[in-house]
């Protein structure tokens, strides 16, 4: 991911952008330990990202109404 990263977006803390590309991780926090989420696809917004993962689930990060949070 790289880009504008006020909103998080990205999925890179601590940084407003993101200057160059930078790997990202998902794992899912709900299991113990955690485990990677692989993923086949990303829809990237102004303000968030959505990633369709193998197991066809949705993940969403980063802040708008988009998220349906």
């Given at each position: 991911m790289w880009g504008?990263?006020?909103?998080?977006?990205?999925?890179?803390?601590?940084?407003?952008h993101v200057p160059e590309p930078n790997p990202v991780s998902i794992s899912d926090s709900e299991t113990s330990p955690l485990i990677a989420v692989r993923i086949l696809q990303l829809a990237c917004g102004e303000e968030?990202?959505?990633?369709?993962?193998?197991?066809?689930?949705?993940?969403?990060w980063?802040?708008?109404c988009q998220l349906g949070l």
């Open positions: 504008e990263n006020s909103a998080g977006q990205c999925a890179v803390a601590n940084q407003q968030h990202t959505l990633a369709l993962s193998l197991s066809r689930e949705i993940w969403a980063g802040t708008g």
